[in-house]
C-alpha cells in the first residue's frame, strides 16, 4: 500500500467549517489525547477568525482531493520575552487515512515553516504518554522529551500524564537526519526519499545477509531480503506493527531480535560518574566485567576488540561499565553498552556510554544507538543522552 495522494496547506477562514467538524469529530473519538473537550470548542466565527493565519498562529490541513483528513497547529508563545517559542498542538488525521503518512506530512510542513522564521530558536509540544505512535513520530523528526508532567489534565474522572517534548530548531537536526537517511538508503541500495515512501518495501538482493534487518518507521518498513523470501516476508510483516511483525516471525521459526529503539544524537551531556578510555593495562579489569555478565548480555553489548575505542567507568577499582562504539564506518559509528549486573541504576551505564558518545562526536561521526524496546533502563538511558528516534528495528534470521 502506498502513501495516499495527499496535500498539505495552510488553512484559512474559508475552511472553518470543515475544520470544526474535524475537530469535534477527534475530541469525541480521542478524549484522552487532548486536553479541550467538545462543548468548550469555540462557535464558527471565532473559528474564523483563528484561521487567519499571521506570524503567531498558523493552522495547518491534510487533504485526500477535497476532503479534509487532518489537522495540526502552530502557535507562538505569546510573551513578549518567550516569541523565540513556538508550540505544536492538535495534531489529529481521521481513522481511516492513517498509517498512511499524513501525520508526517502535517508535522513536517509545520516545522518548515518554524524553521523558516529567523525568530523562532524552539519548538515544544505535549504528548499523552500512552500515545506511542505519536512520540515516535515527534522523536524521528528530532524531539527530545524534556520531562513529563503527571496528572496534565482529567477525562471521565481518568487522570493522564504528558511528556512535554521540545526541538531546538538551530541544531541543524535537518543534516542529522540526512545523514542517517543516507546511511541507510546506501544500505539498502536505494534513495533516500524510497526508504519509508511505501507501506512495505521489500528490495531484493541476491547477497542479502542471512540476518535480516527491518525499519519501521510512521506507517512504512523497509527490508533487503533473499528474492526467494520475498513472498514469504510480505506475508509476516502483514501484521503492520514491529511488535506483531516480531510475533509473525517468532511463530514461523525465525530467530528475532527486537524491536528495539534506534537513534541518534548530536550532542551529549557531561558523564556523572568519571568515565576514561580502556587500554591494554585494563585488561585483567576486563576479563572480571566479562565474567560479571551473563553470556547473551556480553555478545549483545560487550567487546573483546582491544582496537575498538571503549570507554569505562570504575569503581573501587572495578570496571562495572564499558560502552563502545565502532568506527570502522566515516559517517556512523554504532554504539555498544555492558553493565555489571551488580551495579546496575546508578548512572555507570549512562557515563560510560556519554564519554564515548562525546568521543565519536569528537571524531565527526554520528553517533548510533539501538536498545531493545524490552529494556526500560536502557531506554531510558537513550532518552537522558538525548538519543533521537529515528526508526524501530527488528532483526530476524531464519531457521537453519
Not at 469525541?28 to 499571521?54: C, H, K, N, S, Y
Not at 559509528?333 to 562525546?358: F, K, W
Request: hydrophobic share 40%; net charge positive.
Amino acid at each position: 500500500m502506498t502513501l495516499s495522494n495527499s496535500s498539505v496547506r495552510v488553512l484559512t477562514p474559508d475552511d472553518a467549517a470543515i475544520y470544526r467538524a474535524l475537530r469535534l469529530q477527534a475530541l469525541w473519538e480521542q478524549p484522552p489525547a487532548f486536553g479541550a473537550q467538545p462543548m468548550d470548542e469555540p462557535p464558527l466565527e471565532v473559528i474564523a477568525t483563528r484561521l487567519r493565519a499571521d506570524r503567531d498562529e498558523c493552522f495547518f490541513g491534510a487533504f485526500d482531493q477535497r476532503e479534509l483528513i487532518g489537522t495540526l497547529r502552530l502557535t507562538r508563545y505569546a510573551a513578549e520575552n518567550e516569541k523565540h517559542r513556538a508550540y505544536l498542538a492538535g495534531l489529529y488525521v481521521a481513522p481511516r487515512h492513517r498509517r498512511h503518512g499524513h501525520g508526517r506530512a502535517l508535522v513536517a510542513a509545520a516545522l518548515e515553516r518554524a524553521k523558516s522564521d529567523p525568530g523562532l530558536r524552539r519548538v515544544n509540544l505535549a504528548v499523552v504518554t500512552a500515545q506511542k505512535p505519536a512520540r515516535h513520530l515527534y522523536e524521528s523528526f528530532g524531539f527530545q522529551t524534556s520531562g513529563t508532567e503527571l496528572e496534565a489534565f482529567s477525562n471521565a474522572g481518568v487522570y493522564y500524564d504528558e511528556h512535554l517534548m521540545t526541538l531546538d530548531l538551530t541544531g541543524g537536526r535537518g543534516g542529522f537526519l540526512a545523514t542517517a537517511d543516507a546511511w541507510w538508503a546506501q544500505y539498502f541500495g536505494c534513495r533516500p526519499s524510497g526508504l519509508f515512501a511505501e507501506a512495505l518495501t521489500l528490495l531484493p538482493d541476491e547477497n542479502a545477509p542471512a540476518e535480516t534487518t527491518i525499519l519501521f518507521r510512521e506507517g512504512g518498513a523497509i527490508a533487503r531480503i533473499a528474492p526467494a523470501r520475498r513472498t514469504e516476508f510480505r506475508k509476516l510483516l502483514a501484521a503492520g506493527s514491529p511488535a506483531k511483525a516480531a510475533a509473525a516471525f517468532t511463530a514461523a521459526g525465525y530467530e528475532v531480535s527486537g524491536p528495539s529503539f534506534l537513534g541518534y544524537t548530536k550532542s551529549v551531556p557531561r558523564p556523572r560518574h568519571r568515565a576514561r578510555p580502556l587500554d591494554h593495562h585494563d585488561a585483567s579489569r576486563l576479563f572480571s566485567l566479562r565474567r560479571a555478565c551473563p553470556q547473551d548480555e556480553w555478545l549483545r553489548g560487550g567487546c573483546d576488540d582491544e582496537h575498538l575505542p571503549r570507554s569505562g567507568v570504575f569503581t573501587d577499582g572495578l570496571l562495572v561499565a564499558m560502552a563502545t562504539a565502532d568506527p570502522s564506518d566515516e559517517t556512523i559509528a554504532p554504539l555498544r553498552l555492558i553493565t555489571d549486573p551488580d551495579y546496575r541504576a546508578r548512572g555507570y551505564g549512562r557515563s560510560a556510554l556519554a564519554h564515548a558518545v562525546g568521543r565519536v562526536l569528537k571524531d565527526g561521526q554520528l553517533p548510533q544507538l539501538t536498545v531493545p524496546e524490552s529494556d526500560p533502563a536502557a531506554m531510558r538511558i537513550a532518552e537522558t543522552l538525548g538519543f533521537a528516534r529515528y526508526a524501530t528495528v527488528l532483526k530476524v534470521k531464519p531457521p537453519a
